[in-house]
């Protein structure tokens, strides 16, 4: 299993930015899809995650501002991030949970300076 993350960019407070992260490999069936990001300096953190079912969960800090999406046939997890802020900037990881099995993509870097 594969995971393939791109979206990360230089952004100014306020804007917006879409990451995706697509699977590839023998892969039949993706239960959790998540995103988690670290900033430097701190611990990786939960930022939103999708079940199966479509069920999701955010950290507090982003809810209201970021959307977790996943498209199946396309085995991709998507994460909208609406009015950024500077202390949103990290690298952003995606993980998917395949039959018990966490497989954790490279990160992507996200910065939010003026």
């Known amino acids: 299993v594969q995971l393939q993350a791109s979206g990360g960019g230089l952004v100014q407070p306020g804007e917006s930015l879409l990451l995706s992260c697509a699977a590839s490999?023998?892969?039949?069936?993706?239960?959790?899809m998540a995103w988690y990001r670290q900033a430097s300096g701190e611990q990786r953190e939960l930022v939103a995650a999708?079940?199966?079912?479509?069920?999701?969960n955010y950290a507090d800090s982003v809810k209201g501002r970021f959307t977790i999406s996943r498209d199946n046939t396309k085995k991709t997890v998507y994460l909208q991030m609406n009015s950024l802020k500077p202390e949103d900037t990290a690298v952003y990881y995606c993980?998917?949970?395949?039959?018990?099995?966490?497989?954790w993509g490279k990160g992507t870097l996200v910065t939010v300076s003026s």
């Open positions: 993980k998917v949970l395949i039959y018990g099995m966490d497989y």
């Open positions: 490999g023998s892969i039949f069936n993706i239960n959790t």
């Open positions: 999708v079940t199966s079912g479509g069920s999701t």
